[in-house]
């Protein structure tokens, strides 16, 4: 009699634990197609970028020797800023994100110059529009001019004098600028630096510069050469550290999913067998209540 009695009992606990176990199931399986999804992804999106990493270092250390070559006169001269002098910020990064902190550390930067106390800045200028969503966060005013469409491939000499030549001649009022970008250290290091561009009454103070014999023409067209080559260095150094730490970041994405894959599997295995339990209690409870 009480077998009986506690049969529909039995039988509804078990049907509403099956229930249970079917959806976890379900929401399991789901869940686990899903991840198994953006690891594939993340693995191609790492393969693609180790294929772009090779070709951006040796643009890159092309356009390193380059810039360092023509802005030797700085070195050369002994060159230093003048007091009063009315400086520029440009922040150098691209439009793409998936590559860890490296828009983070730019924009960083480029706060910290803004907040101190002696700086005379006539404004900023970013390349790239994940920087400018940063820097905008607390220095929203600053931000004189902006471009985007910046970081789908390697950088050339004719965007970065485009940039330059538009930057020049946008009536930001500045006498030098420093270039803050992202340089390459090593495939799993870089960091944020600066690349200054003096003014032309800067050059003619300096002690060594009356080794140079140029005219005044000369000079100007030499010194907004500088700026677009020091544009153009900035730009495709930050593209190699970029590339390297978006395949850094891919790879880093992918053994997390596939950590989470053999968690979810594990997961789902017990639930399964849980639920294969569940349905062999059953049987037997209404096997022995017969």
Same mark, same amino acid.
């Given at each position: 009699?009480?077998?009986?009695?506690?049969?529909?009992?039995?039988?509804?606990?078990?049907?509403?634990?099956?229930?249970?176990? %079917?959806?976890?199931?379900?929401?399991?399986?789901? #869940?686990?197609?899903?991840?198994?999804?953006?690891?594939?992804?993340?693995?191609?999106?790492?393969?693609?970028?180790?294929?772009?990493?090779?070709?951006?270092?040796?643009? %890159?250390?092309?356009?390193?020797?380059?810039?360092?070559?023509?802005?030797?006169?700085?070195?050369?001269?002994?060159?230093?800023?003048?007091? *009063?002098?009315?400086?520029?910020?440009?922040?150098?990064?691209?439009?793409?994100?998936?590559?860890?902190?490296?828009?983070?550390?730019?924009?960083?930067?480029?706060?910290?110059?803004?907040?101190?106390?002696?700086?005379?800045?006539?404004?900023?200028?970013?390349?790239?529009?994940?920087?400018?969503?940063?820097?905008?966060?607390?220095? #929203?005013?600053?931000?004189?001019?902006?471009? *985007?469409?910046?970081?789908?491939?390697?950088?050339?000499?004719?965007?970065?004098?485009?940039? @330059?030549?538009?930057?020049?001649?946008?009536?930001?009022?500045?006498?030098?600028?420093?270039?803050?970008? *992202?340089?390459?250290?090593?495939?799993?290091?870089?960091?944020?630096?600066?690349?200054?561009?003096?003014?032309?009454? @800067?050059?003619?103070?300096?002690?060594?510069?009356?080794?140079?014999?140029?005219?005044?023409?000369?000079?100007?067209?030499?010194?907004?050469?500088?700026?677009?080559?020091?544009?153009?260095?900035?730009?495709?150094?930050?593209?190699?550290?970029?590339?390297?730490?978006?395949?850094?970041?891919?790879?880093?994405?992918?053994?997390?999913?596939?950590?989470?894959?053999?968690?979810?599997?594990?997961?789902?295995?017990?639930? #399964?067998?849980?639920?294969?339990?569940?349905?062999?209690?059953?049987?037997?409870?209404?096997?022995?209540?017969?």
């Amino acid at each position: 009699m009480f077998a009986t009695r506690a049969q529909p009992v039995a039988s509804a606990l078990s049907a509403g634990v099956q229930t249970r176990n %079917m959806a976890t199931l379900r929401e399991i399986r789901l #869940r686990l197609d899903s991840i198994k999804n953006i690891g594939k992804i993340t693995k191609s999106m790492k393969m693609i970028a180790s294929t772009k990493v090779n070709k951006a270092q040796r643009s %890159m250390e092309n356009a390193r020797t380059y810039g360092r070559t023509s802005s030797a006169i700085y070195a050369n001269s002994n060159a230093a800023p003048l007091e *009063n002098e009315s400086e520029i910020i440009v922040v150098s990064s691209s439009d793409r994100g998936l590559c860890g902190g490296i828009h983070s550390s730019v924009a960083k930067a480029a706060r910290k110059m803004l907040t101190t106390p002696e700086s005379q800045f006539a404004g900023v200028v970013v390349l790239g529009d994940k920087a400018k969503t940063q820097v905008s966060r607390t220095h #929203r005013n600053e931000i004189q001019l902006s471009f *985007n469409q910046i970081g789908k491939d390697i950088p050339t000499f004719a965007e970065a004098s485009a940039a @330059a030549d538009t930057i020049l001649t946008s009536g930001i009022k500045f006498d030098s600028a420093s270039l803050v970008y *992202n340089e390459f250290k090593s495939a799993i290091a870089y960091e944020a630096t600066t690349i200054r561009n003096y003014s032309i009454e @800067a050059l003619k103070a300096a002690e060594g510069f009356t080794a140079y014999e140029l005219d005044d023409d000369v000079l100007e067209n030499y010194r907004e050469f500088l700026f677009a080559n020091n544009v153009y260095w900035a730009l495709v150094e930050g593209h190699a550290s970029e590339m390297s730490a978006k395949r850094n970041a891919m790879d880093n994405a992918t053994k997390n999913a596939g950590d989470i894959v053999g968690r979810l599997t594990i997961t789902y295995n017990r639930t #399964r067998q849980a639920a294969i339990t569940s349905e062999l209690i059953d049987i037997i409870t209404g096997a022995s209540a017969l």
